[in-house]
């Protein structure tokens, strides 16, 4: 570098924070946030997507949580005889308590359980002190009729912790 010369700094291009966006009164959405999801885009979608949001007058961030509720609105989680949408079941799968949202989701969609939660719902189906079951007298199959959900909250995080899934 030659004398007197300053380096020359990346080009940076400058985004609100949510800290930002909440301090300016007026516009804006939803003020409060809970998760944060870290998400790949190749270059020219999110170019597009920000001149999307530049139209709607809305923070990429905003803009992206808008396109994903629509999406949501148009992937059929029920197929047949009634279709219905990701959002028309989100009222029966969401809990703000995190086993109760497994429980739902692992009656009503097991078949969207991944294997690590699958091994899951099977220990918990398994366990006495977690399930209430009724067996057929003729052939002795267990049925569970109920899952006990204040013991299961209360044993969540030791249940819920990753299991070493290799065989031994």
């Given amino acids: 570098m030659t004398a007197g010369r300053t ?4 080009k940076r291009i400058e985004t609100e924070t949510e800290e930002e966006l909440i301090g300016r009164s007026g516009g804006g959405g939803k003020l409060s946030r809970s998760e944060t999801v870290t998400v790949r885009l190749d270059p020219k979608l999110r170019y597009l997507a ?24 148009r992937v059929q989680i029920v197929e047949t005889p009634d279709p219905k949408t990701v959002i028309d079941e ?30 899951l719902w099977k220990s918990i189906r398994e366990d006495p002190d977690l399930v209430v079951v009724t067996v057929d007298k003729s052939t002795g199959a267990k049925t569970v009729v109920h899952i006990e959900i204040k013991r299961l909250r209360s044993q969540w995080k030791m249940l819920a912790q990753p299991r070493d899934s290799k065989l031994r």
């Fill in 90 to 119: 989100g009222e029966n799968l969401w809990d703000v308590d995190e086993p109760d949202r497994f429980v739902k989701l692992a009656q009503h969609f097991p078949e969207l359980l991944t294997f690590e939660e699958q091994s």
């Fill in 7 to 10: 380096p020359r700094s990346p």
């Fill in 50 to 73: 920000t001149l999307a949001a530049r139209k709607q007058r809305r923070t990429l961030s905003s803009f992206i949580e808008w396109a994903v509720e629509e999406a949501l609105k």
